[in-house]
Nanobody, 123 residues
Framework: QVQLVESGGGLVQAGGSLRLSCAAS????????MGWFRQAPGKEREFAAA????????WYADSVKGRFTISRDNAKNTVYLQMNSLNAEDTAVYYC????????????????WGQGTQVTVSS
């Protein structure tokens, strides 16, 4: 089992920045690829970003590419999502996920999920 706890969400004005954190406990954190997904009201949960177990590879949804940066610190069992140039379309609950499946940008590729943290961008 892996327990994931997100933090860092909140209310920010359009154009602003936030950094989300996800602290992991349980099974060895460094074994897993880590991902961030988000779910806006009335919409499906969608992929935002992912990072390989070593941090050597990253993947981003087109909608966040160039604005969001995912990183991880395996010594601290933590993954981060730096979000810049936020806009109203980024408003969602953001979920951290851990997995070893082959599907990097799909929920099916992840086995463990956090409870989510709300990000609200005011325009």
């Amino acid at each position: 089992q892996v327990q994931l706890v997100e933090s860092g969400g909140g209310l920010v004005q359009a154009g602003g920045s936030l950094r989300l954190s996800c602290a992991a406990s349980g099974r060895t954190f460094s074994w897993f690829r880590m991902g961030w997904f988000r779910q806006a009201p009335g919409k499906e949960r969608e992929f935002a970003a992912a990072i390989s177990w070593s941090g050597g590879s990253t993947w981003y949804a087109d909608s966040v590419k160039g604005r969001f940066t995912i990183s991880r610190d395996n010594a601290k069992n933590t993954v981060y999502l730096q979000m810049n140039s936020l806009n109203a379309e980024d408003t969602a609950v953001y979920y951290c996920a851990a997995g070893a499946g082959i599907m990097v940008n799909d929920k099916e590729g992840y086995d463990y999920w956090g409870q989510g943290t709300q990000v609200t961008v005011s325009s």
